[in-house]
């Protein structure tokens, strides 16, 4: 029974992993950008959440819905002005433009709110449980997991429903004939990043309410979802909730034998796919 309970909970543990990782996954397979700056993008955004929250006391779901249009207008301006001018055949300029904008948000937060340690209030949420046979789960945590599923389901629907989703796809395959069809790459480019940051805010919202974070807790968000996204294979969204989901339980199981063991664990069962299965369980450009 302690088994099953150590595995559901790192199920739940798997679904905020996966929303860190699906921003990262969608703009990788569409344009083949390696975002260094992801992590702190969910932390910026945290950030946005935390002061709407707290100087207008708006419940944090409806603060979401406030910061989410002001992140894919984020996205969607970086992508146009400073992410478009690296793209090419050379995987260096994108790597050190989005360290640099890593390291610039990190320190406009530091120099905005301090190196303290904050949390967004969720209320009687934060302690809500419910039964699910045998195990009891926490309320958010599987808010947390619907969501990640539902975010994997719905880019997916887009990709594959619809006008936007066709151009994205064929962005993706060939940049060049995208454009002579009357594609325009840069803007499909820019609107994927924004839908991106769109994920970033939703993942911001659970990372905000179950734990707490600071300027610099960008980083670590940014190895979990790198790693969520390589075990599933890059650029697969199905894949990204499967390697999040991998990359939680590893986490619980290896704590329920030594608390010490947590983060280790993850990163061996990271390193265990990469051996057996280099390109990841699911590679695919965009799924």
Same mark, same amino acid.
């Given at each position: 029974? @302690?088994?099953?309970?150590?595995?559901?909970?790192?199920?739940?543990?798997?679904?905020?992993?996966?929303?860190?990782?699906?921003?990262?996954?969608?703009?990788?397979?569409?344009?083949?950008?390696?975002?260094?700056?992801?992590?702190?993008?969910?932390?910026?955004?945290?950030?946005?959440?935390?002061?709407?929250?707290?100087?207008?006391?708006? @419940?944090?779901?409806?603060?979401?819905?406030?910061?989410?249009?002001?992140?894919?207008?984020?996205?969607?301006?970086?992508?146009?002005?400073?992410? @478009?001018?690296?793209?090419?055949?050379?995987?260096?300029?994108?790597?050190?433009?989005?360290?640099?904008?890593?390291?610039?948000?990190?320190?406009?937060?530091?120099?905005?709110?301090?190196?303290?340690?904050?949390?967004?209030?969720?209320?009687?949420?934060?302690?809500?449980?419910?039964?699910?046979?045998?195990?009891?789960?926490?309320?958010?945590?599987?808010?947390?997991?619907?969501?990640?599923?539902?975010?994997?389901?719905?880019?997916?629907?887009?990709?594959?429903?619809?006008?936007?989703?066709?151009?994205?796809?064929?962005?993706?395959?060939?940049?060049?004939?995208?454009?002579?069809?009357?594609?325009?790459?840069?803007?499909?480019?820019?609107?994927?990043?924004?839908?991106?940051?769109?994920?970033?805010?939703?993942?911001?919202?659970?990372?905000?309410?179950?734990? @707490?974070?600071?300027?610099?807790?960008?980083?670590?968000?940014?190895?979990?979802?790198?790693?969520?996204?390589?075990?599933?294979?890059?650029?697969?969204?199905?894949?990204?909730?499967?390697?999040?989901?991998?990359?939680?339980?590893?986490?619980?199981?290896?704590?329920?034998?030594?608390?010490?063991?947590?983060?280790?664990?993850?990163?061996?069962?990271?390193?265990?796919?990469?051996?057996?299965?280099?390109?990841?369980?699911?590679?695919?450009?965009?799924?």
């Amino acid at each position: 029974m @302690n088994m099953l309970d150590t595995i559901v909970q790192g199920v739940l543990l798997g679904g905020l992993y996966a929303l860190f990782a699906a921003g990262l996954s969608l703009v990788f397979g569409i344009m083949r950008l390696v975002n260094l700056a992801h992590g702190d993008l969910i932390v910026l955004a945290a950030f946005l959440l935390l002061v709407l929250v707290s100087t207008l006391g708006l @419940n944090p779901f409806l603060a979401a819905l406030i910061v989410a249009p002001v992140m894919f207008a984020l996205g969607y301006a970086l992508q146009e002005v400073l992410f @478009n001018r690296t793209l090419g055949k050379d995987v260096l300029p994108p790597l050190l433009v989005t360290f640099g904008l890593s390291i610039v948000i990190q320190n406009g937060l530091l120099e905005g709110f301090s190196a303290d340690s904050r949390r967004i209030s969720a209320g009687p949420l934060e302690t809500a449980s419910m039964g699910l046979g045998p195990v009891t789960v926490g309320l958010m945590p599987l808010m947390a997991l619907l969501s990640a599923v539902a975010v994997v389901v719905g880019l997916n629907l887009l990709i594959y429903r619809t006008a936007l989703g066709r151009a994205f796809r064929a962005t993706s395959d060939d940049t060049v004939t995208a454009g002579l069809m009357g594609i325009r790459p840069r803007k499909i480019f820019a609107v994927a990043t924004g839908l991106a940051m769109v994920v970033v805010t939703i993942a911001a919202l659970y990372l905000g309410t179950r734990a @707490n974070f600071d300027p610099t807790a960008g980083p670590a968000r940014l190895i979990y979802a790198f790693e969520a996204v390589i075990i599933g294979g890059l650029g697969s969204l199905w894949g990204t909730l499967a390697g999040g989901v991998i990359l939680g339980v590893a986490q619980t199981v290896g704590a329920s034998i030594n608390p010490e063991w947590q983060i280790l664990s993850g990163h061996l069962a990271f390193l265990a796919v990469l051996l057996i299965k280099p390109r990841g369980l699911f590679p695919r450009a965009v799924d």
